[in-house]
């Protein structure tokens, strides 16, 4: 299948390199020339403009530009007739994100925001729990927790997005995995409190932690805590339920689960190491699974808004102070 990507950064180049590896035909556009010409080799052509790019007419596209700049491609390429896949976050606002949702109704495309924490093993594992057995049925509440150093991940960290507001950084959007498996866990959240800010001297004129807590419409309650500070890379879970528990460990790669039934944790080694890949590998696989069968993704951009608006909300409670709804 003809796949255009737009956006030739690390996780645009991550995403041709898997494309190409599944056998697909690969087209880059990027506006940087040099990061266009960094992927050369791999694809069967680039462009330096979107408009010329189309022109192959590509059956799919996946928008992997800056994410303060997702929706603009996003709907040429879906006015073009393009199935469309946009890297996390669906947007930094709602600017345009009702019209590209409704062009892609109209002209019966498959969707997807690309949150590749869905498919981690463990991830899914736990949805799995959650939706399949008993003791899970009523969720109560969870701890979420995300946190790395934002200098170890990226050596230039201080001219990267996530450090720069100017070019869409935020918190909040760049680490929105929790609040997405959050959703996919729980279901639609009602309203959010959250709070920001920097506590570092990391050089960034963004934040370097925020905390929040959601309250879904079923009832559960979530805190997630993410941050840019913690020297050792953690993901951590636990969600509380009527009948059990179960808790999630990524750098241990453990799963734990108890029941009122059974009052003994049962672990499960869940660990992803040098298969980190195989998350977006699988992810691509999917969403071309579903364009080649023309079937709707379990996370479509109706479902992602659901996402964004949280993200927003949360937003605007680090500035108010104030729980603020999830409209």
């Not at 330096?48 to 928008?63: H, M, T, Y």
């Not at 469309?84 to 600017?95: H, R, Y």
């Not at 150093?149 to 507001?165: G, I, N, Q, T, V």
């Not at 905390?211 to 840019?228: L, N, Q, T």
């Amino acid at each position: 299948m003809r796949v255009l990507v737009a956006g030739t950064g690390s996780i645009g180049t991550r995403h041709i390199k898997n494309l190409v590896e599944l056998g697909h035909e690969v087209y880059a556009t990027d506006i940087n020339q040099e990061c266009l010409k960094a992927a050369a080799p791999l694809v069967k052509g680039t462009f330096v403009s979107l408009d010329g790019a189309l022109k192959v007419r590509p059956e799919a596209a996946f928008i992997c530009t800056f994410s303060s700049d997702h929706i603009e491609p996003a709907r040429k390429c879906a006015e073009a007739g393009c199935h469309i896949f946009i890297e996390k976050p669906l947007s930094m606002d709602l600017n345009g994100v009702d019209e590209l949702i409704d062009t892609a109704d109209s002209k019966g495309l498959v969707t997807m925001a690309g949150c590749n924490m869905r498919f981690h093993p463990a991830v899914a594992h736990i949805k799995g729990i959650l939706d399949n057995e008993a003791a899970f049925a009523k969720k109560l509440w969870a701890n979420l927790e995300f946190g790395y150093y934002l200098p170890f991940a990226k050596k230039d960290y201080e001219s990267s997005y996530m450090a720069r507001r100017s070019l869409g950084g935020n918190i909040i959007f760049d680490v929105i995995h929790e609040l997405d498996y959050a959703v996919w866990f729980f279901g639609k959240p009602v309203e959010v409190f959250c709070s920001k800010g920097i506590l570092s001297g990391l050089k960034i004129d963004t934040e370097d932690y925020a905390d929040m807590m959601i309250r879904f419409k079923s009832g559960a309650v979530c805190v997630i805590h993410m941050d840019y500070l913690q020297h050792g890379y953690s993901r951590r879970c636990k969600v509380v339920a009527e009948g059990g528990t179960v808790v999630w460990d990524f750098a241990h790669g453990d799963i734990g689960a108890v029941t009122v039934n059974s009052r003994q944790w049962d672990w499960k080694e869940m660990k992803l190491e040098a298969l980190y890949n195989r998350m977006y590998v699988d992810e691509a696989q999917y969403f071309m699974d579903c364009v080649s069968s023309a079937k709707d993704t379990f996370n479509p951009l109706k479902g992602a808004l659901s996402v964004l608006k949280l993200a927003l909300a949360a937003n605007i409670s680090c500035h108010t102070n104030k729980w603020e709804m999830v409209s």
